[in-house]
C-alpha cells in the first residue's frame, strides 16, 4: 500500500541519520565530557556509579551548554520515548534513563535507537499515521503519529547538528 507521508518521513529520517553519521563516527572519548563554557550540563557518576544528566525542570537562565555526552543521552532519552509512544508502551521516567558510562556506549545506543525508529516508521500506514498523539506536547493538542514523527526527525537533526558543532569547537580549541 502506498503511504506517501511515510515514505517522505522515512527519507527526511534517513537523510537526517545520514548526517548523524558524520559527527557520531568521528567522536573521540575526550569529546563526550569536554566543557566549551559555564554554566554546563553534563552527565555524571552518582555515588552508585549510575551515570545521570544534569537537569532542570525549568530552563535557567542562562541555558547551560549541554556536553556531548549530555546531549547523547537527551537524545537517548527523547526518542526511546517517542518510540514508546507509538508502540502503546510507557516509557520509563526521565530520571531512570541513564547515560551508559562512556562514548563510545552512548553511541552504540543511539545506533540501536536508529534501527528501532526504522522499523517504527516502516510499520505505519495511513490510519496509524493519524493516530492521535500525546507526545511530546499536551493530550489536547490535537497532533497526530504523523507530527510526532516529523517532530523526531527535526529534534534529532537539531541535536546532531548542535553534538557536530561542539565536535567541531573543541577540534578548533585544540588547534
Same mark, same amino acid.
Given at each position: 500500500?502506498?503511504?506517501?507521508?511515510?515514505?517522505? !518521513?522515512? /527519507?527526511?529520517?534517513?537523510?537526517? %541519520?545520514?548526517? &548523524?553519521?558524520? $559527527?557520531?563516527?568521528?567522536? =573521540? +572519548?575526550?569529546?563526550?565530557?569536554?566543557?566549551?563554557?559555564?554554566?554546563?550540563?553534563?552527565?555524571?557518576?552518582?555515588?552508585?556509579?549510575?551515570?545521570?544528566?544534569?537537569?532542570?525542570?525549568?530552563?535557567?537562565?542562562?541555558?547551560?551548554?549541554?556536553?556531548?555526552?549530555? !546531549?547523547? /543521552?537527551?537524545?537517548?532519552?527523547? %526518542?526511546?520515548? &517517542?518510540?514508546? $509512544?507509538?508502540?502503546?508502551? =510507557? +516509557?520509563?521516567?526521565?530520571?531512570?534513563?541513564?547515560?551508559?558510562?562512556?562514548?563510545?556506549?552512548?553511541?552504540?545506543?543511539?545506533?540501536?535507537?536508529?534501527?528501532?525508529?526504522?522499523?517504527?516508521?516502516?510499520?505505519?500506514?495511513?490510519?496509524?499515521?493519524?493516530?492521535?498523539?500525546?507526545?511530546?506536547?499536551?493530550?489536547?493538542?490535537?497532533?497526530?503519529?504523523? $507530527?510526532?514523527?516529523?517532530?523526531?526527525?527535526?529534534?534529532?537533526?537539531?541535536?546532531?547538528?548542535?553534538?557536530?558543532?561542539?565536535?567541531?569547537?573543541?577540534?578548533?580549541?585544540?588547534?
Amino acid at each position: 500500500m502506498l503511504t506517501p507521508r511515510r515514505d517522505l !518521513l522515512r /527519507w527526511q529520517f534517513d537523510l537526517t %541519520w545520514s548526517l &548523524a553519521g558524520i $559527527h557520531l563516527d568521528t567522536l =573521540t +572519548p575526550e569529546d563526550f565530557l569536554w566543557e566549551p563554557a559555564q554554566p554546563t550540563w553534563t552527565v555524571r557518576p552518582d555515588a552508585d556509579g549510575v551515570w545521570r544528566p544534569d537537569w532542570a525542570d525549568v530552563d535557567p537562565h542562562p541555558i547551560p551548554v549541554p556536553t556531548i555526552g549530555w !546531549l547523547t /543521552w537527551h537524545i537517548g532519552w527523547w %526518542w526511546g520515548t &517517542a518510540i514508546d $509512544h507509538v508502540e502503546g508502551v =510507557t +516509557p520509563p521516567a526521565r530520571e531512570d534513563v541513564h547515560w551508559p558510562g562512556d562514548g563510545s556506549a552512548a553511541v552504540a545506543c543511539l545506533r540501536e535507537l536508529h534501527i528501532e525508529w526504522e522499523r517504527v516508521l516502516d510499520g505505519l500506514d495511513e490510519a496509524d499515521l493519524d493516530r492521535p498523539s500525546a507526545y511530546p506536547w499536551p493530550a489536547d493538542a490535537g497532533l497526530t503519529i504523523a $507530527h510526532l514523527a516529523g517532530w523526531v526527525n527535526t529534534e534529532l537533526t537539531k541535536n546532531i547538528a548542535e553534538i557536530g558543532h561542539l565536535r567541531m569547537l573543541r577540534a578548533a580549541s585544540l588547534a
